[in-house]
Nanobody, 124 residues
Framework: QEQLVESGGGLVQAGGSLRLSCAAS????????MGWYRQAPGKQREMVAH???????NYADSVKGRFTISRDNAKNTVYLQMNSLKPEDTASYYC??????????????????WGQGTLVTVSS
């Protein structure tokens, strides 16, 4: 079974930093494009950052200059470095990836997978 496992969330004071990780496991053999999304209580899920297979990144205006998305292809892991955190960054953060899978008998390309989410809470 394909899995994306997020980690690194937690409670931090405003102005602090956190680094989120999203690691592929199971039948995922490679991550193509990948994005971080977040959803605050009562709000719609929004894209925070996106990185393509070549390493080109783009960001939501609200996080530009504060967040950095990066990837380690050898580890099939994507990171989100979050600096200068604000209370409005409080949300559950989810990774979403376009992946290639191999389950031992079948190879599948461009399969969308979501992680389970990790909670980030920024106190004022």
């Amino acid at each position: 079974q394909e899995q994306l496992v997020e980690s690194g969330g937690g409670l931090v004071q405003a102005g602090g930093s956190l680094r989120l990780s999203c690691a592929a496991s199971g039948s995922i053999i490679s991550i193509n494009a990948m994005g971080w999304y977040r959803q605050a209580p009562g709000k719609q899920r929004e894209m925070v950052a996106h990185i393509d297979s070549g390493g080109s990144a783009n960001y939501a205006d609200s996080v530009k200059g504060r967040f950095t998305i990066s990837r380690d292809n050898a580890k099939n892991t994507v990171y989100l470095q979050m600096n200068s955190l604000k209370p409005e960054d409080t949300a559950s953060y989810y990774c979403n990836a376009d992946t290639d899978l191999f389950d031992g008998s079948q190879f599948s390309r461009n399969v969308e997978v979501w992680g389970q989410g990790t909670l980030v809470t920024v106190s004022s």
